[in-house]
């Protein structure tokens, strides 16, 4: 132990004197993102992030590897700042005075029990310079690690297991689909609805929510969704269908069909029917419309959701919009899907409606009914994404 830590010592000493003089040397090589793990956004700062854990390694990935570590536990503020014109970032341990420099786009830390603020992360992170000054925290971990954290946050995990495993698999080809689209971005996914809600699960395997978690994303080890033409499904999930599910196509142009199902269950869900108001004026503002006077519902044929709406701003100016662009405005959670009627009274909109969601691929209230009738996950998956074929590495 004692050689480790002389050795350690000598390594932060060099890495210290030398990092300054990083800074003046341009990068020769591009970053090596490690292609089997996942790089998630965990959160966005403007400018300065501060990272706490044990045994800290910062790595560049444009240079040899080039640890400073710092015995037992530690901190450290990183922040974007300008040298010369150029973004730099300033990296400062355990508030010491000097300040150590480094102009590579990326930042690797590497340690135990990593946070910022409460929030605990992954144990190896990337801080990437985002738009303008911000800095964008992106947790990199293996992709099983990392649906296990989605499964935790998008799923209770009271659920039956079935249903969580079929929410495994639908999580995975998601994450696989995405990663091969954004594969040279700093970050593949976004930890929010945006793409999958992810939060790093902190504790041991003792812990029964990730005993829970890790049972079904093993379970389902390496088992994917493909589409018709031999490509990983972007599987699309959503909280509850209302009755039935609907084409990727309705909602987002250029959609893969992964086919739709029936959910008898759903609509008795005691949760699945909402109201929501909103005065003219406050449709207005989302909209971002100087006014409205109408607005007309385009129903789809054959299916008991909303493809648009036209928006009649006054006598002779009107707008189409499509229906998750509406959602979106109105807001996700308000106008809960589009599945739903529209009645005016007087200088008020009344939207009923049913489900949650934008009503693609699995159906996670559905999923639950299908579960505790003991259906198992390729069940699942074979009803939600009848067009797909269920894959194993
Ligand atoms: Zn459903």
């Known amino acids: 132990m004692r050689i480790f830590w002389a050795i350690t010592c000598f390594i932060v000493a060099l890495t210290l004197a030398i990092s300054d003089v990083q800074a003046q040397t ?7 993102f490690d292609k089997e793990l996942v790089r998630v956004r ?37 922040r974007v700042m300008r040298k010369n014109g150029k973004h730099v970032w300033a990296l400062r341990l355990n ?40 800095v964008d925290v992106v947790g990199v971990l293996p ?19 079935e249903t969580l495993k079929a929410q495994a698999v639908a999580a995975r080809s998601y994450a696989l689909a995405v990663m091969a689209e954004r594969e040279d971005k700093a970050y593949h996914l976004e930890s929010s609805v945006l793409d999958q809600v992810f939060r790093h699960i902190a504790g ?6 990730l005993k829970k978690a890790l ?15 031999h490509k990983v499904l972007k599987a699309y999930y959503h909280a509850d269908c209302g009755g039935h599910t609907t084409h990727a196509k309705n909602v987002w142009s250029g959609g ?69 662009e509406f959602r979106q405005a109105l807001g996700f959670t308000e106008l809960r899907s589009t599945l739903f009627d529209l009645k005016k009274n007087q200088d008020e909109f009344v939207f009923t409606g049913r489900g949650f969601g934008h009503g693609v691929g699995l159906c996670q209230w559905g999923s639950r009914a299908l579960g505790l009738k003991g259906k198992n996950f390729n069940q699942i998956l074979k009803h939600y994404y009848p067009a797909a074929q269920i894959a194993q590495n």
Not at 204 to 209: N, Y
Not at 217 to 222: F, Q, S, W
């Open 26 to 32: 341009p990068a020769k090589t591009a970053p090596q």
């Open 42 to 78: 965990i959160l966005t700062n403007s400018k300065k992030v501060q990272v706490a854990g044990q045994s800290l390694r910062f790595q560049i990935l444009s240079q040899p590897y080039r640890p400073v570590a710092i015995p037992q536990s530690g901190a450290a503020e990183v």
């Open 95 to 134: 508030n010491r005075d000097n300040e150590h420099l480094f102009k590579e786009k990326y930042l690797m830390i590497q340690g135990e029990n990593l946070r910022v603020g409460g929030q605990s992360l992954p144990s190896r992170v990337m801080l990437a310079k985002g738009a303008g000054d911000q």
């Open 143 to 161: 992709l099983d690690e990392y649906i296990a954290g989605v499964l935790a946050s998008e799923m209770p995990i009271s659920w039956p297991l």
């Open 204 to 209: 041991d395997d003792s812990d029964p929510k």
């Open 215 to 229: 049972q079904a994303v093993h379970e389902t080890a390496g088992i994917k969704l493909i589409d018709r033409s």
């Open 256 to 324: 893969v069909n992964s086919g739709v199902a029936v959910d008898n269950s759903c609509p008795t869900n005691p949760k699945a029917n909402w109201t929501v108001k909103f005065t003219r004026s406050e449709i207005a503002d989302k909209l971002k419309l100087p006014s409205i006077q109408e607005i007309t519902l385009d129903r789809m044929t054959g299916d008991t959701r909303i493809r648009g709406v036209q928006v009649a701003v006054n006598e002779t100016d009107s707008k189409y919009i499509s229906a998750n």
